[in-house]
Each structure stands twice: as C-alpha cells, then as structure tokens.
Nanobody
C-alpha cells in the first residue's frame, strides 16, 4: 500500500522560509513522478511544483517560480520543497502526490492533480503578514 507522509509545515512570518518533506513507503520512488500541490481556504487545489521520475523535468507555477525549489532523494524515498521568501498568499495546506510513470511508452509529464493517484494527508503552512 502506497503511503505518503508530509512534514515540515508550520507558521512563519512573511519573508521567512520552510522546507517541506514527503516520505513515501510502499512504492519504488524512482518510478514515480512527484509533485507538490496546495489548497487555500475557499480556493481550488493548485499545482505548485512537480518533478518527473528522472529529475530532469520540473514545473513551477508562476507565483512560486524563483522562490520555491523542488528536489527528491530516491534513496531516502523523500521529496522536498524548499520555500523561501514566503508570502501571506502562500498560506494553504500543502500536499505531496505521486504518479506511476515507469511503463512504456511513458506518459507525458503533468502537474495536474487529476493525473496523480497517490496523495499524502497534507501539512499546513501559515504565513503571517
């Protein structure tokens, strides 16, 4: 059974930093595209950043580009999101997700939540202005 567990959320002031981690079990990490998504109160879930299973392709939403960095350590089955210069508008529950992509032919890279089948429970990030 695939499990994803996020950690690292918390409360920070505007301009601060946090590093989120997502540790997986029950899956071969290197066979999965991975992503970070978030949902703020009253808003739809949005893709923040995603990385394909080879780590060669990444996506960042425009509003986080230059501030957030996604990375993964397949040996530790862990996905990271380094978030710098946080803004009040970044306040949300952050989720990590995984999408199996080791079949042939591979499916195209995506950072749409509907394309991801395994999800963590989320971690709250609160940024005070």
């Amino acid at each position: 059974q695939v499990q994803l567990v996020e950690s690292g959320g918390g409360s920070v002031q505007s301009g601060g930093s946090l590093r989120l981690s997502c540790t997986g079990s029950g899956l071969t990490f290197g066979a999965y595209d991975l992503g970070w998504f978030r949902q703020a109160p009253g808003r739809e879930r949005e893709g923040v950043s995603c990385m394909d299973r080879t780590s060669e392709v990444t996506y960042y939403s425009e509003i986080v580009k230059g501030r957030f960095t996604i990375s993964r350590d397949n040996a530790k089955n862990t996905l990271y999101l380094q978030m710098n210069n946080l803004e009040h508008e970044d306040t949300a529950i952050f989720y990590c997700a995984a999408r199996y992509n080791a079949k042939w032919p591979p499916v195209g890279f995506s950072c749409l939540g509907s394309d991801y089948s395994h999800w963590g429970q989320g971690t709250q990030v609160t940024v005070s202005s």
